[in-house]
């Protein structure tokens, strides 16, 4: 994985990939409450140290983890909202229900889901707003407004439709449920323009 950076960069992306790629390996198979550092960096094949000069604390590590996967649901909601760049509702349906049906078979939103007791990243899912609401906000707000112009309410539909994948991830209804609720949200703002 290149990023087009310099050589420094890219090779600092691709520590972080393989840490992150170890981390979730592990979080899957055993739950987050039994990931060591020491664990990641064995896996990675880097030392402990090197772990904790690439990315600081265990915590850090999970908002990282947690922020990448973020982004893996991003993509998915941002490349149905450009697969309906002239219906807003449509494409707002679609994003969630897409999102949805990829949490559905996530393995590491499993594996957070179901954790028993100890450390958990649940909390960074539903209460650290910069690692998944901020930054998923920000996303699909831009997606929104490259393709249907600047209007500050987009923000507010994009807020909305990130809450609502949050919301049924974390605590799954069906997806019948939050189509609905996307088509409400999107239908409200498509009204007023």
Not at 93 to 119: H, Q
């Amino acid at each position: 994985m290149t990023t087009g950076g310099s050589f420094r960069e890219d090779t600092r992306a691709e520590l972080l990939a393989r840490l992150l790629d170890a981390a979730r390996e592990l979080t899957t198979a055993q739950g987050w409450s039994a990931v060591t550092m020491g664990a990641v960096a064995s896996r990675a094949g880097i030392s402990r140290q090197h772990l904790y000069n690439a990315v600081g604390t265990k915590a850090a590590l999970g908002d990282a983890l947690v922020g990448r996967e973020t982004d893996a649901f991003l993509a998915v909601v941002c490349g149905e909202l450009r697969a309906h760049p002239d219906d807003l509702v449509a494409g707002s349906v679609a994003g969630v229900a897409a999102a949805l049906a990829f949490g559905a078979s996530n393995d590491l939103l499993k594996a957070i889901l179901t954790a028993d007791g100890g450390e958990s990243l649940l909390p960074v899912v539903t209460a650290s707003p910069e690692v998944v609401l901020e930054r998923g906000v920000g996303v699909v707000a831009a997606q929104l407004a490259a393709l249907h112009g600047e209007d500050p309410d987009l923000s507010v539909l994009a807020d909305g439709l990130v809450r609502l994948v949050i919301s049924h991830a974390t605590q799954p209804t069906g997806p019948d449920l939050a189509a609905t609720q996307a088509r409400w949200l999107a239908e409200g703002l498509a009204r007023r323009c």
